[in-house]
């Protein structure tokens, strides 16, 4: 190996190094000059990641989450492997085996480089899924999330190894440009196949970020069947009803739905009971009879919103009246009503106020 040849393969540190201290370096011998490299190159790395271990160790005292700290750990390594691969790599250049047969071997080196890099970040994901994600996930009532973690984790993994696969390639002189192009042909494929559950699971992920509903709210559809969330799964929601049964709707299709939520913006709710009575009864005497009944004989319920009973209208055969009050849990709703309903029947019959029977009139063509 000639002067000359050493000095034009360091040319590539010209712009980084005094130019008569790349004349000195070109006048020794390659083999120590590569050799020089290699031990920096592990001096360098071994400095790195003392203080990457000293700073892991700050961070780990200051923060209580162990995601920084995971992080931190899996950069050690390969920052230390990548300076060493990089002394290697320019101890290589400064022998020049980069040309001729002896080309293979820069090429094996940055393929190693580059797994480097690909499991680093392989590493990395792991971390975040791990103490990141499924943590979060932990925290929430929806299965949802517990579902799209595992497919992200999969779906990053599978990119990230093709995008070193490409770079390898690439390494080696291979042409990707084909290669690129039939990913994209059948990924077009893949999401035309997929379609219709992929607008599933995009809607599932919306309805979560939304906040429409979580596991073991009460909602109506609008179709009006009324029941508990059971399940939030990637294609459909699961809603339980009070005769025990399941049904099961896309989530494309409640993304576009109209849903009443019983348990938004929270627990308590009016319950509210129609009755009448017959003319010639005073309004205002039946609304103070039966707002006292309510407020005296019926327990948990809420003494604000105040209970009120209002004369709704003037029927065609009977004086029509709400009862109104609130209680503090949407479950109790239906018991509460049936109470109400039997407290109003008994109070008007002990007071003798006389409740009309439902009429008909029947038109007949003679």
Not at 78 to 94: Q, T
Not at 120 to 142: H, M, P, Q, W
Request: proline share 4%.
């Amino acid at each position: 190996m000639t002067t000359a040849n050493t000095t034009q393969n360091l040319s590539i540190l010209e712009p980084y190094i005094d130019h008569s201290f790349l004349e000195k370096l070109s006048a020794a011998d390659p083999m120590v000059v590569s050799l020089s490299f290699i031990i920096v190159s592990f001096v360098v790395a071994t400095i790195a990641l003392g203080i990457l271990k000293i700073i892991t160790g700050q961070v780990a005292k200051r923060t209580k989450t162990e995601l920084d700290d995971k992080l931190l750990e899996a950069t050690q390594k390969p920052v230390f492997r990548l300076i060493i691969i990089g002394g290697l790599y320019l101890a290589v250049l400064n022998l020049g085996l980069e040309n001729g047969a002896t080309e293979v071997i820069p090429k094996i080196i940055i393929t190693v480089a580059y797994l480097i890099v690909v499991l680093f970040i392989v590493n990395v994901l792991e971390v975040i899924v791990t103490y990141g994600l499924r943590d979060l996930a932990k925290r929430t009532d929806s299965m949802l999330d517990d579902e799209i973690i595992p497919i992200f984790h999969k779906t990053a993994l599978v990119i990230v190894w093709a995008f070193g696969l490409i770079l390898v390639l690439g390494a080696w002189g291979v042409d990707v440009g084909p290669f690129l192009a039939g990913l994209g042909i059948a990924g077009l494929a893949v999401s035309f196949a997929l379609q219709n559950t992929l607008s599933n699971v995009f809607a599932g992920i919306s309805l979560i970020i939304d906040k429409t509903f979580r596991v073991g709210d009460k909602i109506q559809l609008d179709s009006g069947e009324v029941g508990t969330v059971h399940e939030i799964s990637l294609r459909s929601t699961r809603v339980k009803t009070y005769d025990n049964e399941i049904i099961i709707i896309p989530n494309s299709v409640l993304a576009q739905a109209k849903i009443k939520n019983f348990t938004q913006p929270d627990l308590k709710i009016r319950v509210v009971v129609p009755f009448s009575v017959e003319y010639g009864n005073k309004p205002e005497k039946v609304i103070k009879l039966i707002e006292g009944a309510i407020e005296k004989e019926i327990k948990e319920i809420l003494e604000d919103p105040p209970v009120s009973v209002i004369f709704t209208e003037m029927g065609a055969s009977s004086l029509n009246f709400q009862a109104r009050f609130w209680i503090s849990h949407y479950e109790n709703a239906f018991a509460k009503k049936a109470e109400a309903n039997d407290l109003i029947y008994n109070t008007l019959g002990k007071n003798k106020i006389g409740i009309p029977f439902p009429t008909q009139t029947v038109y007949v063509k003679k």
